[in-house]
């Protein structure tokens, strides 16, 4: 890892692997909800996808969201049409708050 560069995840939809504070990161809860959460505030298991439209409608457009506990248990979260546009208005959130982020770093 580069001095500077935070932790590394790759994104579910397009497979590019991208500095941590700069992806949405989709966590879900025990009662099998996908939410949106900033990595602070989340535990648990978690996936993280791209700040773009076409790898969250790529997540969206299969249906369904798998979570990885172990090489060998996962557990598949199916995402209605209600599910996916909650959590659309949540990822335009997470995008407002990745750029206000990036915009107040390079002011400094």
């Not at 560069?5 to 879900?28: D, F, H, K, T, Y």
């Not at 599910?83 to 206000?100: G, H, T, W």
């Amino acid at each position: 890892m580069m001095e500077g560069q935070g932790p590394i995840r790759m994104c579910v939809a397009c497979r590019e692997r991208s500095e941590q504070a700069g992806l949405v990161r989709l966590n879900v809860r025990k009662d099998k909800v996908v939410v949106v959460e900033k990595p602070p505030d989340a535990s648990g298991r978690s996936v993280y996808i791209c700040p773009r439209d076409k790898c969250f409608d790529a997540v969206v457009k299969r249906g369904h969201i798998v979570f990885k506990f172990t090489k060998y248990e996962k557990i598949s979260v199916p995402l209605s049409e209600y599910d996916a546009f909650q959590l659309r208005k949540e990822f335009r959130r997470a995008i407002r708050r990745i750029a206000s982020g990036r915009r107040s770093k390079e002011r400094a």
